[in-house]
């Protein structure tokens, strides 16, 4: 098994652009998961989807951050503008069901200057 | 809401010592997981703990899981260099939900 897979490992980005980072889930893991990880503010859920269907959203930090799932192999966490305090590393993570630990993705680290 | 803090947040240990990792969690948590960050990695599942007295152990580490106390420990028997890394425990908030709220982390640093 692949795990889950992050792209890209790296992001460089200007303020304003449009970021899109991408993720494919563990074949057969119902349950998805964006993280954020920042020194400032360790590790904060973003959004989660059960059945590619968004659960809870609370997490996402304001308009400019939207995600989607498709289908049950790949979600999308897109920031639009994009600004220097999201500067981060986001993680993606998935897992089977119910109290399985969550398998996290290599993140993807993003710098927007 | 859930919060779960963690400490020490630092902690700096010589070889062969012995040490614990507290965790204390806010609200009723169902269950409870520990994870492994080596530096600019992603995360390791280390444990998972479903009920109030569960230990469980991989080679020097030890976690165990009070839900009366609402208390989580990791122990570290003779600690090694290979075991710097921070770790991080996390609680779950129950029902349908696999949601994880994460705790601080702890940056252990194991000296020669």
Known sequence: DAGVIQSPRHEVTEMGQEV???????????????????MMRGLELLIYFNNNVPIDDSG???????????????????????????????????????????????GTRLTVT | E??????PLFLSM?????????????TTSDRL???RQDPGKSLESLFVL??????????????????????STLHITAAVHDLSATYFCAGGLGGATNKLI??????????P
Not at chain 1, 64 to 91: C, G, H
């Open chain 2, 102 to 111: 994460f705790g601080t982390g702890t940056l252990l640093a194991v000296q």
């Open chain 1, 60 to 106: 996402m930090p304001e308009d400019r951050f939207s995600a989607k799932m498709p289908n049950a192999s790949f979600s999308t966490l897109k920031i639009q503008p994009s600004e220097p305090r999201d500067s981060a590393v986001y993680f993606c993570a998935s897992s089977l069901r119910n109290n399985s630990p969550l398998h996290f993705g290599n």
């Open chain 2, 33 to 35: 997981y520990w994870y």
């Open chain 1, 20 to 38: 899109t980072l991408r993720c494919k889930p563990i074949s057969g893991h119902n349950s998805l998961f964006w993280y954020r990880q920042t």
């Open chain 2, 50 to 71: 479903l009920s109030n007295g569960a230990v469980k152990q991989e080679g020097r580490l030890m976690a165990s899981l009070d839900t009366k106390a609402r208390l």
């Open chain 2, 2 to 7: 859930l919060k779960v803090e963690q400490n």
């Open chain 2, 14 to 26: 010589q070889e062969g010592k012995n040490y614990t990792i507290y965790c204390n969690y806010s």
